[in-house]
Nanobody, 120 residues
Framework: QVQLQESGPGLVKPSQSLSLTCTVS??????????WTWIRQPPGKGMEWIGY???????YYGPSLKSHTSISRDTSRNQFTLQLSSVTPEDTAVYYC????????????WGQGTQVTVSS
């Protein structure tokens, strides 16, 4: 059974960079046809799709965050990492990592989510 677990700082100051890591167990992030995704939910708002890193290592980002987002991976640790630069209070949210299955065309695994607050 594949499990995802987010980790990172709960509090970040404005203008700093945010780094969150998703550790995957029970399956490899290089397995074909899976897309390892970051999604967030700001307080009182809906889910916002951030981007993914594919099984191949290719990345794709949503247009609203593309300019200050980077997703990378460490295959030796079976982890993938989200980096947001120059954060503002509007980046305060619960951040989730999830696995998209292109076979089922759905997210079939989710992390529990981690709260990130941007505040001085």
């Amino acid at each position: 059974q594949v499990q995802l677990q987010e980790s990172g700082p709960g509090l970040v100051k404005p203008s700093q960079s945010l780094s969150l890591t998703c550790t995957v167990s029970g399956g490899s992030i290089t397995t074909n046809d899976y897309y390892w995704t970051w999604i967030r939910q700001p307080p009182g708002k809906g889910m916002e799709w951030i981007g993914y890193i594919a099984y191949s290592g290719s990345t794709y980002y949503g247009p609203s965050l593309k300019s200050h987002t980077s997703i990378s991976r460490d295959t030796s640790r079976n982890q993938f990492t989200l980096q947001l630069s120059s954060v503002t209070p509007e980046d305060t949210a619960v951040y989730y990592c999830a696995r998209w299955s292109s076979d089922f065309r759905a997210y079939d695994c989710w992390g529990q989510g981690t709260q990130v607050t941007v505040s001085s």
